[in-house]
């Protein structure tokens, strides 16, 4: 049996607790969708509030991590 983890960290811009999920579940999946181009089971940061997209800096949330390397 493979047993998944969700990976998890924190929002940089709005600092929310993070969760990488298919970007399906996020509440704003359409919107993401349409600025990313993304498909419906690619893996996204969705926030606590439910939402891909942060709404303290009108991009996709990104981990401090993430930003250091350029991503």
């Not at 399906?24 to 919107?31: E, I, T």
């Not at 990313?36 to 990104?62: E, K, M, P, Q």
Request: glycine share 8%.
């Amino acid at each position: 049996m493979k047993v998944v983890t969700t990976r998890k960290s924190k929002c940089i811009h709005c600092s929310q607790p993070l969760a990488e999920k298919a970007v399906v579940n996020a509440k704003d999946s359409d919107r993401y969708i349409g600025e990313y181009g993304a498909f419906d089971d690619d893996l996204v940061w969705i926030a606590r509030d439910g939402n891909a997209i942060c709404y303290g800096s009108d991009t996709a949330h990104i981990t401090a991590k993430e930003f250091a390397s350029g991503q």
